[in-house]
Structures are given as structure tokens and as C-alpha cells.
């Protein structure tokens, strides 16, 4: 089973409309999230992240969310503009001080002009 | 360099070829991982170093599969007779510190194609 789900391949979005990316997880012992960014053909990119002290991190125009009582956390992007267009992975840390990172399947946001 | 880098960027090997994908991390980072990411996945452990010390390589899908990283800063995994099923992008992420709230920065990536 998943430990760390995105349900939503894909999501499209106005630019300058506020883009949201959803993402549950499982496995309550670690407390330590991060985003990253995927453009094709580089590797991920980090992006911003939470920890479970938070229920919120802001970054510009990126906030994250968490929900600790829901296992969810979400991204928000606001104004969302073309360059945004890319793949997101929702990432847990795991494995405590090892730090491993568990990532989801990734939602691929398009941000039309 | 300033980043993590990774060689080559893509690779064709014949199946049953043996191949070796390198990972220059960051310099002074503790933490190495691979990761393979299939099309439209997303990115699954392999193994994780830290310093020399090989101290997870749960992830590695088979014994065909083989990471070092003898002096604690390249590494190189290899593939022994590669299948079909190898084909992948493998990635290679390096961290600065042992501890938990730090971001993993990623290399581009080694995009294998078994033919």
C-alpha cells in the first residue's frame, strides 16, 4: 500500500488563479514533509516544506498546508503562472535520522496563459 | 560543481549488458540516495549511503543491482544483465546533514533504455 498518495494525475489552471495540490499520507511516525517540482528531463527540485510543528509554511507565491488529524497536506499556488507548469511530488521523510524520502506518483500541473 | 551531478545522462544497453551509472554528490554531503523513477511514477528508493557506509539498500530490486560508495563521496551503481524491466530514470539525491528537516537535492537523472 501507498504510504504517501496523490490522487490527481493531472490539474489544470488559469494563470493567475490559485492552483491546489493534494496529497495523504499514511504512516503517522514521521513528521516531515516536503514538495518538489519536476520540469522533464532534469531532476526533482525542492520546493518548500513542512514539518508536523506547523500547520502551515508560506514561501512567496507556495504554501503548505498540513493536517496532521487528516493525514493530508496540500500546496497551494497563488497567482499560479505558466512557468509553474511541471510535475509535483508530495515527498514524507522516513526513516528518521537516515532521512530516506518516500514520494508519491506526482501531479502534473498545467497552467494555461 | 555546485550541484549534484550524474553520468551519463542517458544510457542504451543491449539486454543482459552490464552498466554503471555515476553520482558526483554535493561536496561535504553525508547522505547519498538512488532512486528509480519509471515513466509516469514517481520516484522509489533504492539505497541510501551515509559517508562510505552502505545503511539501507532495502529498495534495490534485485541482486542484480549493486551500489558502493567507497571513499564517501562518488558513487556508482551498476546493473548486471540488464532487463527490460530496468528501463528507467535513476536518479541520485545527496543531503548535507544526517538529521531529518533538510531537503534532498537531486541530480538530472541517468535515463537507461534496455533494448
Known amino acids: 500500500d501507498q504510504q504517501v498518495k496523490q490522487n490527481s494525475p493531472s490539474l489544470s489552471v488559469q494563470e493567475g488563479r490559485i492552483s491546489i495540490l493534494n496529497c495523504d499520507y499514511t504512516?503517522?511516525?514521521?513528521?516531515?514533509f516536503l514538495w518538489y517540482k519536476k520540469y522533464p528531463a532534469e531532476g526533482p527540485t525542492f520546493l518548500i516544506s513542512?514539518?508536523?510543528?506547523?500547520d502551515k509554511n508560506e514561501d512567496g507565491r507556495f504554501t503548505v498546508f498540513l493536517n496532521k488529524s487528516a493525514k493530508h497536506l496540500s500546496l497551494h499556488i497563488v497567482p499560479s503562472q505558466p512557468g509553474d507548469s511541471a510535475v509535483y511530488f508530495c515527498?514524507?521523510?522516513?526513516?528518521?535520522?537516515?532521512?530516506?524520502?518516500?514520494f508519491g506518483k506526482g501531479t502534473k500541473l498545467s497552467v494555461k496563459p | 560543481g555546485a550541484g549534484v551531478s550524474q553520468s551519463p545522462r542517458y544510457k542504451v544497453a543491449k539486454r543482459g549488458q552490464d552498466v554503471a551509472l555515476r553520482c558526483d554528490p554535493i561536496s561535504g554531503h553525508v547522505s547519498l540516495f538512488w532512486y528509480q523513477q519509471a515513466l509516469g511514477q514517481g520516484p522509489e528508493f533504492l539505497t541510501y549511503f551515509q559517508n562510505e557506509a552502505q545503511l539501507d539498500k532495502s529498495g534495490l530490486p534485485s541482486d542484480r543491482f549493486f551500489a558502493e560508495r567507497p571513499e564517501g563521496s562518488v558513487s556508482t551503481l551498476k546493473i548486471q544483465r540488464t532487463q527490460q524491466e530496468d528501463s528507467a530514470v535513476y536518479l541520485c539525491?545527496?543531503?548535507?546533514?544526517?538529521?531529518?528537516?533538510?531537503?534532498?537535492?537531486f541530480g538530472q537523472g541517468t535515463r537507461l533504455t534496455v533494448v
Open positions: 504512516n503517522s511516525m514521521f513528521d516531515y
Open positions: 513542512i514539518s508536523s510543528i506547523k
Open positions: 515527498a514524507e521523510n522516513y526513516g528518521g535520522s537516515q532521512g530516506n524520502l518516500i
Open positions: 539525491a545527496s543531503r548535507p546533514l544526517q538529521g531529518m528537516n533538510t531537503e534532498a537535492f
